[in-house]
């Protein structure tokens, strides 16, 4: 796990690899761009893997803390899922109405 301030030269020597978006001179669609990236991801393993997923984690972990106030029914969303009682009761609720026979 990468700590804050520290150097990711491996997954920055992966993405200055990559072909820049502005560059190409084409605009790219983002289902274009998401392909791109999954295929990238897919690519890779061990340790760079490891740290490309901290890389992307962290931006979009900042990304949303940059984003302000949540809508009222991400409030109520994010109330629901604090409620670890409720939580417990409708879990409880939906494996006792699953057919195991259906599965």
Known sequence: MLKKGASNTKGMEICRKMPNLQKTGKEMSEADIKLKIVRLIDSQSGEVLRELYEMITSKVYERNQEVGPISDIEQGY????????????????????????AL
């Not at 994010?78 to 026979?101: F, I, N, Q």
């Open 78 to 101: 994010k109330e629901m899922s604090e409620d670890t009682e409720r939580e417990t009761e409708a879990l409880e609720w939906m494996e006792g109405t699953l057919d195991p026979e």
